[in-house]
């Protein structure tokens, strides 16, 4: 039985030129990322199929078909397999799948219930949906243990390949190998992977990984910088951060914060739990870790999933590709970064949106759950699948400030002569620093861009007083063929007291 999902410890060692050379097998994408190794990704024997419920027509959708597997992801380390629930899901019509989504269910082995979006993908336009079961490590089987044990053996060896990021990865890229193996129902020519949160840096990494898949659609997942936290390492964050989080709690339970003091409880119960994907500082330092490893573990941690690390490879394997993120959610927290560099590149970063949090802690605008990030998955896919209306690109935007009048002038070109059907801009004024709590409740105000003659897009927004920072994009609806996507011009700023940007 073939069970090769980690390169041999003498591959890992050798220098990253000849580990190439010994890679020529192998696709680009491989090539790109030593991380995974594609035959093993690809290899049918080692999934190790167990059928749960053969295939039959779904009991309350009768025009689609489900069947129920389980599968081996890998040998993660000796000894230990990670296996999956998977559900195959396809039209009743007997034809074969030719464009797949691939997403997520729950880790329960039991037959995942598709959206209302993914229904209708499967009943309207014939699309295989395929879910693989995922959640956080401590949740996976053996429960409460594999993250203990994952842990350890980062400590001991500092490979990145014993973290969530990478099992999540190689989790969608086995469902679509177990989708394969049924070619009555699958015979894949276009796959889209995509999730929200965990799920989203999933379907980044198959997206970036392997070529199998054509497009992705992440939400709330990194497209650059280092989500959740500012270090993999718990105990190592900055002292910066730290004391901006101890104001935070301090002021809540004073009562001087817009959210219920209750909030409290449920954020560091939140934080217990992020902290069980990671490793502590103590851990490390006893585990012989040096300052530099220390340093730079985030980075190599998260490096896979970030597409701008990626951009030439994927540009040309011709990935199609749409993020749906929120500005006030640390797991994207480069938004300015990436509006600088990447001003092309193709985002809805929904203004005030978070990530997602505790009940009563005041996470009233998740992405994830929003109506128009859900038309945006079904709108990308009915573009990417069948060409059933075009995208747009990224609109161009500036800001001027006027220090005479405390005015703002932003204007908005489209670059593609498209008129959307609703243009707005959104600012903040003097937003908190990422990773932090304040971050995650910034404030953001919104006024409606008029059209101007000659085409673009002008609003005129007046201050009070001298702002320090003033972050700002445009958020614009275009409606084609009924099929309306939402999407967002790079994320900038301007520094009023400096007068520049």
């Known amino acids: 039985m073939k069970n090769t999902m980690n390169l041999p410890p003498v591959v890992c060692r050798l220098p990253f030129v000849l580990l190439l050379l010994l890679l020529t097998t192998a696709s680009r994408s491989f090539a790109a990322d030593p991380l995974y190794d594609l035959s093993s990704i690809r290899d049918t024997e080692s999934l190790e199929l167990k059928v749960i419920q053969d295939w039959r027509p779904s009991p309350k959708h009768p025009t689609v078909q489900e069947k129920l597997i389980e599968i081996t992801v890998c040998q993660w380390w000796p000894g230990q397999k990670v296996r999956l629930p998977v559900t195959l899901l396809a039209p009743a019509d007997g034809l074969p799948c030719r464009n797949v989504v691939v997403t997520n269910q729950g880790l329960a082995v039991t037959m995942g219930r598709p959206t209302a979006t993914h229904l209708k993908l499967i009943q309207d336009d014939g699309v295989g949906v395929v879910l693989i079961g995922m959640g956080t490590i401590d949740a996976m089987q053996p429960k409460g243990e594999l993250h203990h044990a994952m842990r350890q053996k980062l400590l001991e060896t500092k490979d990145v390949r014993y973290t969530p990021v990478w099992i999540w990865g190689a989790s969608q890229m086995r469902a679509l190998t177990a989708a394969m193996t049924e070619p009555k129902f699958f015979q894949p020519e276009k796959v889209l992977a995509t999730g929200g949160s965990k799920r989203g840096v999933a379907s980044a990494v198959a997206g970036i990984v392997d070529d199998r898949f054509t497009a992705i659609v992440p939400i709330v ?124 590149f193709p985002v809805c970063i929904i203004a005030g949106g978070q990530h997602g949090g505790p009940t009563g802690a005041g996470f009233d605008r998740q992405v994830p759950k929003l109506p128009e990030i859900d038309q945006n998955f079904y709108s990308f896919t009915r573009h990417h699948f069948f060409g059933h209306r ?103 700023r301007v520094l009023p007291q400096t007068s520049g940007k």
């Open 221 to 344: 997942a990194p497209m650059l910088g280092n989500p959740g936290s500012a270090t993999f390492v718990n105990g190592n964050e900055p002292r910066e951060l730290v004391e901006i989080d101890k104001q935070f709690y301090a002021d809540l339970a004073a009562g001087k914060l817009t959210i219920d003091p209750a909030a409290e409880k449920p954020l560091r119960e939140r934080a217990v739990r992020r902290a069980t994907q990671r490793i502590s500082l103590q851990q490390a330092i006893d585990a012989g870790w040096t300052e530099s490893d220390i340093d730079t573990i985030t980075d190599r941690v998260w490096d896979i999933s970030r597409i701008t690390n990626h951009m030439s490879l994927v540009k040309e394997r011709g990935l199609d590709v749409f993020y749906n993120v929120g500005t006030n959610d640390s797991v994207s927290p480069s938004l300015l970064e990436l509006g600088n560099q990447y001003p092309d």
């Open 390 to 492: 075009s995208f747009p690109s990224p609109p161009k935007i500036d800001g001027q400030w006027d220090p005479k009048t405390q005015t703002l002038s932003v204007t908005v070109s489209m670059a593609d002569d498209r008129k959307p059907q609703q243009n707005e801009v959104w600012w903040c004024i003097d937003r908190s620093k990422p990773h932090t709590l304040p971050f995650e409740y910034d404030r953001w105000e919104s006024a409606t861009l008029d059209q101007v003659v000659g085409g673009g897009y002008r609003a005129s927004i007046p201050f009070q007083g001298t702002p320090k920072r003033i972050d700002f994009l445009s958020l614009h609806v275009d409606a084609e063929n009924d099929l309306p996507i939402k999407f967002s011009s790079p994320y900038q």
